[in-house]
């Protein structure tokens, strides 16, 4: 994860908070040299909570996909209202529990 200062996140829209590069097809699924978005860390760290890399690289590789898909949706519509310094715990999707 390649880190930036400060900017918007792509998925959320929140501004003036610290961003990481998130591979939208994952590196391990091919996507070392593909398109990458800027994310705040809670949205990165909640994407990589709730898919797996071949889900992602199947059929979430994009921002508007990601930003619709129901599972991230809730998430991405309660993260926009949280301050950029709120610090936010992650929690895996009980189907990835099991994996």
Same mark, same amino acid.
Request: hydrophobic share 35%.
């Given at each position: 994860? @390649?880190?930036? @200062? *400060?900017?918007?996140? *792509? ?49 979430? @590789? ?38």
């Amino acid at each position: 994860m @390649a880190d930036s @200062a *400060e900017g918007t996140c *792509e998925l959320c829209g929140r501004r003036h908070v610290r961003l990481t590069e998130h591979h939208l097809t994952p590196k391990e699924e091919g996507g070392t040299f593909l398109p990458t978005a800027m994310l705040c860390i809670p949205c990165h760290k909640q994407i990589h909570a709730l898919y797996t890399n071949w889900e992602l690289a199947a059929r979430l @590789a994009g921002i508007e996909e990601l930003r619709h898909d129901p599972k991230l949706a809730r998430f991405v519509k309660w993260i926009r209202k949280q301050p950029p310094e709120k610090l936010v715990k992650t929690k895996k999707a009980k189907e990835r529990k099991k994996r």
